[in-house]
């Protein structure tokens, strides 16, 4: 029964404050139409050009010139069979364009910007520019069913499908994203470029293009290289400070609707940094992406392109099934706690793939979750054992590590939730071929416990016991360790009352700045009403390198129930933002005029 007072959404861990927002169930999205109801009749005949960032509204200017005729950087090879599909996304001025170009000349994809075909077509004059002029003038969204048509039209060409493609400004509605849905055209990875608006503001006013070569330039950022370019740039119309400001305005009231049919495949990336900067953020990630696609397409998991019934599923995230159901029947069904540690270890191997060295797994499912009665240590232990040897069948030699007894004389003793894991991790099936003793070891936590052998160390539950602090223990193994990735699965570092004053080795300040300094790889927990566990409400959901997912759990007539996305966050959502989410409030983010939407 759901409790019919004011009540409020509390995670199953301690560390979320109960707070007092009631719940609703009406719909959280914002309104997903873009600004314009007119509807229009159009049969769009695709140019046989290729533009990019052209220039409509240049005195004179007729011709569809390439922005950068000469690319200078080396080209990555992409095999035709597998062509990346990449979404980029951002406020008007992020540095979509900009580096859309840069992407292009690296990775070889069609690059297809709605604003630069809109362009072309009110530059040759036809019925469509006429139509789109005026709302473009005017810093609007052009009406989705043009837009609409002009996309798919290039998105069946055979360049597409051989080079890969690279949408650039669209969707920019909810209808936009609904529409490619419908057509199961989904891209690889959604790019999110995070700029504050007082940049873009700027960007957009300084704006100045060469209607001969089609560059960007601006007029502090990037000025011109000559005198004579400098006489012929032209300014866009819709770069007025004025104009700037209602699209941004716009993007904001669209943007958060698009985000949650993308969040699984979803990466922000700060576009405030110098253009060369973000690109290599760009390039690593598409790299990593085209990587992974290659060897799912090796696997037999994901077939090339043209050979799928649904030749658009998402690669970087596409093993995630949705959250599964009936996470209240205890104890868990081996599928799900499989479920959840193949989920945990999607997200690590990605983070360490990636290079992160300080990582965390915070797994709250009840049977993982100390402050519920059905904890279950083995299920912990399964966690450890699949992430342990996944690293060792990549033949790196891993660690794991259980701290021992800490303190002296009375005070010894350590975390009831571990006493005896060690002695399971010894006795646990390490698979047929040995590797535990060669690849895999068991240790303790400190710094002597790091070998030089040693290239990667997963740490169990490191823990704080009454009295007894493991910050000291756990800094100087991390200093060991170097730059080689040490995870820790579930750890609780929080404060405990100290009856020796032990806890305070360390100042308290620094032991909250040493935990905050690993970053989480994987995080989920379930969220229930403020002081109950029953029933589950929702879920929280995050896999590196995405964003933070709030989910709510919706029962369907069948008597099942499902999960259905609320919102995302690039940040962990704090309690607030989880009641808003279920309010169907619009987020603090969205509601200040700058940081990221
Ligand atoms: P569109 O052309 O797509 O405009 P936009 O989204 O507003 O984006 P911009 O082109 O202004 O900016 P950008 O992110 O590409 O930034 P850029 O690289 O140029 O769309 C125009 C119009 O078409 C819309 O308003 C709408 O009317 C219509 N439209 C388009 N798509 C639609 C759709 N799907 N549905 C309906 N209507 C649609 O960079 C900007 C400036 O910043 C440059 O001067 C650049 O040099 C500089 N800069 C870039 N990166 C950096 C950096 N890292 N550091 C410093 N400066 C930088």
């Given at each position: 029964m759901l409790p019919t007072s004011l009540s409020s959404l509390h995670a199953t861990t301690s560390s979320s404050a109960p707070s007092l927002f009631p719940l609703s169930t009406s719909c959280p999205y914002p309104s997903s139409s873009s600004s314009c109801s007119s509807s229009f009749s159009l049969s769009f005949q695709p140019s046989s050009h290729q533009p990019r960032r052209l220039l409509s509204f240049a005195p004179n200017f007729n011709t569809h010139i390439r922005r950068n005729s000469k690319p200078k950087v080396l080209k990555v090879h992409c095999s035709t069979s597998e062509p990346l599909k990449v979404m980029i996304s951002g406020a008007p001025a992020s540095g979509k364009g900009t580096q859309c170009e840069l992407m292009v000349n690296k990775f070889g994809l069609v690059h297809i910007s709605t604003g630069d075909?809109?362009?072309?077509?009110v530059s040759a004059g036809t019925d469509i520019g006429e139509?789109?002029?005026?709302?473009?003038?005017?810093?609007?969204?052009?009406?989705?069913?043009?837009?609409?048509?002009?996309?798919?039209?290039?998105?069946?060409?055979?360049?597409?499908?051989?080079?890969?493609?690279?949408?650039?400004?669209?969707?920019r509605s909810l209808a936009q994203a609904e529409s490619l849905e419908k057509l199961k055209i989904r891209p690889d990875v959604y790019v999110v470029l995070d700029v504050p608006d007082e940049i873009l503001i700027d960007r957009c006013v300084g704006r100045r293009l060469d209607p001969v070569t089609g560059k960007i330039y601006h007029i502090k950022n990037f000025p011109p290289e000559t005198e004579e370019i400098?006489?012929?740039?032209?300014?866009?119309?819709?770069?007025?400070?004025?104009?700037?400001?209602s699209r941004l305005e716009i993007y904001k009231q669209n943007v958060e609707a698009i985000l949650s049919t993308y969040s699984n495949i979803m990466k922000t990336i700060d576009g405030s940094r110098p253009k060369e900067v973000?690109?290599?953020?760009?390039?690593?990630?598409?790299?990593?992406?085209?990587?992974?696609?290659?060897?799912?397409?090796?696997?037999?998991n994901v077939k090339p392109e043209g050979e799928s019934s649904s030749n658009q599923a998402p690669v970087y995230q596409d093993k995630w099934r949705g959250i599964p159901t009936r996470l209240n029947n205890i104890p868990h069904s081996r599928e799900i706690r499989n479920y959840f540690y193949d989920d945990v270890l999607q997200g690590t191997q990605r983070a360490v793939n990636d290079g992160r060295m300080r990582l965390k797994v915070e797994i709250a499912i009840p049977e993982l979750n100390p402050e519920m009665d059905v904890y279950r240590i083995g299920t912990l232990m399964e966690l450890v054992r699949v992430l342990a040897l996944s690293f060792a069948d990549d033949g790196k030699r891993v660690k794991v590590c259980v701290q021992g007894s800490m303190g002296q004389g009375a005070l010894a003793g350590m975390p009831l939730q571990l006493s005896g894991t060690r002695k399971i991790l010894e006795f646990m099936d390490w698979g047929d071929y040995g590797a535990l003793g060669?690849?895999?070891?068991?240790?303790s936590i400190?710094?002597?416990?790091?070998?030089?052998?040693?290239?990667?160390?997963?740490?169990?539950?490191?823990?704080n016991a009454v009295g007894n602090c493991i910050i000291d223990d756990l800094k100087a193994m991390t200093d060991s360790a170097g730059n080689r990735p040490v995870i820790l699965v579930n750890p609780r570092l929080k404060d405990l009352p100290g009856s020796s004053g032990i806890m305070q080795t360390m100042g308290r300040e620094k032991r909250l700045e040493y935990a905050a300094s690993f970053e989480n790889c994987y995080s989920f927990r379930l969220l229930?009403?403020?002081?109950?566990?029953?029933?589950?409400?929702?879920?929280?959901?995050m896999s590196y390198p995405y964003r933070y997912e709030i989910y709510k759990r919706v029962d369907q007539p069948s008597g099942g129930e499902k999960y259905e996305i609320l919102s995302t966050f690039s940040e962990k959502p704090s309690s607030d933002d989880i009641n808003d989410a279920f309010l169907g409030k619009p987020r603090n983010q969205a509601k200040k005029a700058s940081g990221f939407w």
């Open positions: 075909l809109l362009r072309a077509e139509k789109a002029k005026e709302f473009m003038n005017a810093g609007r969204l052009v009406p989705d069913e043009i837009v609409a048509a002009m996309v798919t039209a290039r998105l069946s060409r055979e360049d597409v499908k051989q080079k890969g493609w690279l949408l650039d400004g669209y969707p400098k006489a012929r740039l032209i300014t866009r119309p819709d770069d007025t400070e004025e104009k700037v400001k973000v690109f290599e953020e760009i390039y690593s990630l598409l790299s990593e992406v085209q990587k992974d696609k290659v060897k799912l397409i090796k696997s037999g060669t690849f895999i070891k068991i240790g400190g710094a002597r416990e790091v070998e030089e052998q040693d290239d990667i160390f997963i740490l169990v539950a490191p823990q229930y009403y403020a002081g109950t566990q029953y029933p589950i409400m929702g879920a929280l959901r």
